[in-house]
C-alpha cells in the first residue's frame, strides 16, 4: 500500500505532498472544474509529478450530475468523464472515481440499469488505457454507494470497482467492518478521513487517528483481502484548519505508517512462523 493525501494538480500543491514526506496524491476534479481546462495542463502536472517523485494515485470527479431528470445520459457530463480518464491514462493515474445519481420517477430498478449503462460506457472507453473505474461511496450525487446497489450494479460489472471511506458508512449508521469484509476484493482506493463519534453520533471528521473508527481492524481488513492501492488521506473537518489542521495532517502520517508493511519486508522461511 501507499500513503498519500489528497491536493491539488498545480505544481506547488504536488512540491506541498513531497514536502510531507508522502509518495502520492488524489485529484478531486470535482463538478465545479473545468476537465478541458484541467487536461490542457496535462504536461505540466506529469512534470511536476516526476520532478518531486510523487505519482497520481487516484483521480475522481464528484458532485456531477450524470444523468438528467427522464433518465438520460448528460453528454457533457460523459465528456468530462472520458476527459478526465484520458488525464489519468496520460499520467499513469491506476484509478478513476465517479458516481450516478439517482432520477426521481424512476424505479430504483431503473436507476440501477441506468447506473449499469453508464458505467459500462465509462469502462469500455477506458478499455486499453490502464485505468480502472471505481464507485465512490458517498451520496453525493450518488446512490451506488452501499450493498444494496453494489449487489446490483457491480454484479452487472465485474469490472467496476469501489472507492471506499468508512466515514461515509459511518455516518450512515452501516457496518464498515463487515462492508469491507463482504466487498474488500472489489476496492480500488480507499481514504483515510476520521470520524469521532459521541453518544452514538458523527460529531466531526476529526483526523485519522484522533478519532473513533477501529483503524487497526480497517488495515488488518484491507491485507486479508490483498489490497495494494493508495490510502488517500482526506483532511475534511471545518475544526480542523490554518497550524492546528496542518498539526494533525502530520499526526494522521505518522498514526499510518506503522501501519504499512515495507517494500523490502523479507519473505524467509528463516522467519518462525508458528
Known sequence: MVLGIINGWEREHIRAVHDLGLEAVEFCMNHNYDSFEILAKKEEIRQASADYGVKVGSMGRWGMNRI??????IPEALQHDKNLIDLASFLG????????????????????????????????????????????????????YGPKAWTVVLGALPELGIKYDTSHAINRR????????????????????????????????SP??????????????????????????????????????????????DFMRPFLMPADFPDSSDVYMP
Open 93 to 144: 493515474c491506476p484509478v478513476y472515481n465517479v458516481g450516478c445519481n439517482y432520477t426521481e420517477g424512476k424505479s430504483y430498478y431503473e436507476n440501477c440499469v441506468i447506473a449499469i449503462d453508464y458505467f459500462r460506457r465509462l469502462l469500455d472507453y477506458a478499455a486499453g488505457k490502464n485505468v480502472k473505474i471505481a464507485v465512490y461511496n458517498c451520496d453525493w450525487a450518488n446512490f451506488v
Open 174 to 205: 452501516s457496518d464498515y467492518l463487515k462492508e469491507i469484509a463482504d466487498w474488500g476484493e472489489r476496492i480500488y482506493h480507499f481514504h483515510i478521513k476520521g470520524n469521532l463519534q459521541v453518544a452514538g453520533e458523527s460529531y466531526d471528521d
Open 68 to 73: 438528467d431528470e427522464n433518465g438520460e445520459v
Open 208 to 253: 485519522a487517528g484522533l478519532d473513533t473508527t477501529k483503524w487497526p481492524a480497517v488495515m488488518a481488513l484491507l491485507y486479508i483481502k490483498n489490497y495494494d492501492g493508495m490510502l488517500s488521506i482526506e483532511p475534511h473537518s471545518h475544526n480542523w484548519r490554518g497550524k492546528k489542521g496542518q498539526w494533525g495532517v502530520r499526526f494522521t502520517i
